[in-house]
């Protein structure tokens, strides 16, 4: 565990029952640490990173040529399903949410998280849920192959996999909302003195409005799963038109949940930006105000966008318009966004340190996606888009470069804090160049194909796709093995990495890096410090 | 929100922790209601769809074989077989409709018998030929009906006038004929099906 090594003996003081007691393997059961809470939610979301990553090469090993060559049609819809899954609720939200366990009490301050036993019990959770979602697919009649939006009627039909899959869904949806809680009690309660709402890092802030996201929408996704549990069992037919159920309520409900899911995706990764790019361009984050209003706008609009993801579904027209309309006008706080980060650059005494590149691949490809986004929200192009390959190149490009690389930035930008050691700057530049050319030789040519017609979540296509296909399936191989230069980084950083200094980036200026010594110990902050007078950090 | 007097320097633990649960327990109600939500939009969704007029098809096709120029008056009469101690009356009388509409009118029969009885109804229509341009989709016509002592059973029968229905036939009567058929069933060899 990185928190064995984060743990400096040095810097022990009268804590010593808190973990000299259990051994290393009690301790990761038992620890209530937000550190070691923290480190533990990324190695487990960096596990199914590459879980969900092998999914995605065994896809795209199948898609390399027309026919069927690698995996049988009913595993390919498999692992598509569980692909995203996995990617989403095993990979993203848990890395986030363990970034939020190491950095909030150390942004504003506080000893630890607010509830420290939910923190342990809200990351144990996912392990069993992990367990039954890949377990699926070793049951008779395979995991779910709804897609991860589990429409009906393909998930009332399926077989015990898709019931392990609903169940998964569940326990991770519950450790999401204890950890939701934890952090926004955490975040409203246990500031130091002086650390007003308004002074908070940018990245304390998005995952407060995260968290209050997650608290609203993941009741919607349980209740909605549940009347599917009860449509499959218990003769229900919420969504069974046979019994007078109704398929496209079951697609309003996901989607309640499902649009603010995808910005509980994406706005821990603008808080990251918040922090990586002041740091390298020197310079206060431009507009503070306006990036905690925009990030507010964002998460109210998302629960009004939902319709467009089912414009084909046979919706009115004054609905179609609406949802393009309300869609449409989520760009401009986003737009906001974008153009506060450049103007932070701008004249800005700019170094391109690894996690400095990260996020500029990501302001670049993040802005690429949101605008295949726009694209996608005008409804008679949706119309003709819609489950195409173009979708799956918009959504890719929101949440690789998007999502992903903002991981990759933080977790380069902070490793020398947690770590008290330098990672190797050559092989992040490496791992971001060859992330970088790779990730578009995969998904553009998915734009392409998109344009051109060709379905998405079909094992098989036309020939005239064949060429596209195969260069991105290409591009994947090169992306998926890229990674490994992260996997090496992070280990040969943890072992052998040059001693890093307390203020490791000179411009970063959260309490941290202002406040703390590198590696942090293992107790910070038991006396908050006293900000009241102190200029603002940001 | 903030923990910390003003002149304090110390946060008090104990001050926290109650803070913290007062605040746990304010975002544990939000649960609940986002649940309810969810839920309450499953007869929401359907009282909104019906308000708006949307259907699962969307835009209903207007039906456009229906000839509003002409209406047409039908008869309903029903008839019982010398001495079958049923009783059968229409419920809709009489109908004025346009020929290539679509109507749905109901029969009602009860078996005032103290046991159970099978009956058989055969329709016939006034004039003859306006039988041709009588198109019956839902009828209990030509199909045995068992009712058992003191039932009464409510029957539909759904029809249109073909348009093509010869300009002089200006009404039409549709006349059910109820055959007692209890012993004949008794009779019949018992059928595979």
Redesign the interface.
């Known amino acids: 565990m990185a928190s064995a090594t984060i743990h400096d003996h040095a810097n022990d003081h009268s804590h010593d029952h808190a973990h000299h007691g259990p051994g290393p393997w009690t301790r990761i059961f038992t620890t209530t640490n937000h550190k070691d809470i923290g480190s533990m939610y990324l190695w487990f979301s960096l596990l199914m990173f590459f879980v969900g990553g092998a999914m995605a090469l065994l896809i795209r090993a199948e898609l390399f040529t027309p026919g069927l060559q690698v995996v049988q049609p009913e595993v390919f819809n498999s692992l598509t399903t569980v692909h995203a899954l996995v990617m989403i609720f095993g990979a993203v939200m848990p890395a986030f949410v363990g970034f939020a366990n190491w950095l909030i009490p150390l942004q504003i301050g506080a000893a630890d998280m ?2 420290p036993r939910m923190n342990n019990w809200s990351f144990w959770l996912m392990i069993p849920a992990t367990v039954l979602l890949m377990a699926s697919f070793f049951v008779p009649g395979g995991a779910a192959a709804s897609g991860w939006t589990l429409y009906p009627p393909l998930s009332t039909q399926g077989g015990i996999g898709v019931d392990m899959t609903i169940i998964a869904i569940h326990i991770l949806g519950a450790s999401s ?1 204890m950890g ?2 934890n952090i ?2 955490t975040i ?6 002086g650390m ?2 308004m002074r908070m890092p940018m990245f304390v802030w998005t995952w407060l409005i995260t968290a209050y996201l997650i ?6 996704l ?3 799963i549940t ?1 599917l549990l009860t449509d499959r069992h218990f003769g229900t037919a ?1 969504f069974n038109a046979a019994g007078g159920g ?1 398929p ?2 079951f697609m ?2 996901f989607w ?1 949940f499902g649009h603010p899911e995808v910005y509980i995706l994406i706005l821990p990764a603008f808080g990251i930006m918040s922090q990586i790019i002041p740091t390298f361009s020197r310079k206060p984050l431009f507009g503070y105000a306006s990036m905690v209003y925009a990030t507010a706008s964002i998460a109210i609009l998302s629960f009004i966008v939902w319709g467009h993801h089912m414009f084909t579904v ?3 027209a004054a609905g179609q318009l609406f949802f393009m309309y309300a869609t449409m006008l989520i760009a401009v706080p986003t737009g906001v966004k974008i153009f506060n980060w450049i103007a932070t650059m701008w004249r800005g005494s700019i170094t391109f340190e690894t996690p400095m590149l990260f996020a500029i691949g990501f302001l670049c490809m993040f802005t690429l996606g949101g605008f295949s986004g726009l694209v996608l929200s005008i409804v008679p192009v949706d119309i003709t888009l819609h489950n195409t390959y173009y979708v799956v190149a918009h959504f890719h490009y929101v949440l690789f470069p998007g999502a992903i690389w903002a991981l990759m930035a933080g977790v380069y930008f902070w490793l020398p804090k947690w770590t008290g050691r330098m990672y190797n700057e050559t092989l992040g530049k490496w791992h971001f160049w060859l992330s970088a050319i790779s990730f578009n030789v995969t998904f553009f040519p998915q734009h392409f194909l998109g344009l051109a017609g060709m379905p998405r979540r079909i094992p098989d296509y036309a020939l005239q796709f064949a060429e596209w296909n195969m260069i991105s399936t290409i591009g994947a191989f090169a992306l998926g093995f890229s990674q490994l230069l992260f996997v090496y980084n992070v280990f040969s950083c943890i072992r052998s990495g040059e001693k890093a200094k307390e203020r490791q980036w000179d411009s970063a200026d959260s309490l941290e890096w202002t406040h703390l010594p590198s590696p942090v110990p293992y107790h910070t902050f038991e ?2 410090p ?1 900000l009241r007078g102190a200029k603002a950090v940001h | ?4 007097a003003d002149d ?4 008090n633990p104990a001050e ?1 922790r109650e ?2 649960r007062a ?2 327990k304010k ?2 109600l ?3 209601v ?2 309810a ?3 309450s ?2 007869p929401l ?2 009282q909104i769809c019906e308000v ?1 007029g ?1 259907t ?3 835009a209903v096709a207007e039906n456009t074989q229906v000839d509003r120029s002409r209406i047409v008056k039908v008869d309903f009469d029903a008839s019982l077989h010398g001495g079958f101690a049923w009783k059968f009356v229409p419920v809709d009388k009489h109908a004025e409709i346009h020929p290539g509409e679509m109507v749905t009118i109901h029969y009602r029969v009860t078996n005032t018998l103290p046991y159970a009885t099978t009956g058989r109804a055969v329709p016939s229509f006034a004039p003859v030929e306006a039988g041709l341009f009588f198109s019956k989709i839902e009828c209990f016509c030509f199909s045995n009906q068992t009712l058992q002592a003191g039932e009464s059973r409510e029957m539909p029968v759904t029809f249109f006038i073909d348009p093509k229905l010869p300009a002089k036939i200006g009404s039409i009567g549709l006349s059910y004929y109820f055959f007692d058929v209890t012993e004949e069933m008794k009779k019949a060899p018992k059928d595979p099906a």
């Open positions: 607010a509830f909302i939701s809680i926004i009690t409203l309660n246990m500031r130091a003195p007003t709402l608290i609203a929408v993941m009741p919607v349980a209740g909605c009347m919420f109704d496209t309520m309003h409900i309640f046979g919706m009115p006396m908050p006293d | 929100m903030s923990v910390v304090a320097d110390v946060v926290v803070n913290n605040t746990l975002l544990l939000i649960l609940p986002m649940l939500f969810c839920l939009l499953v969704y359907r708006l949307i699962a098809t969307r």
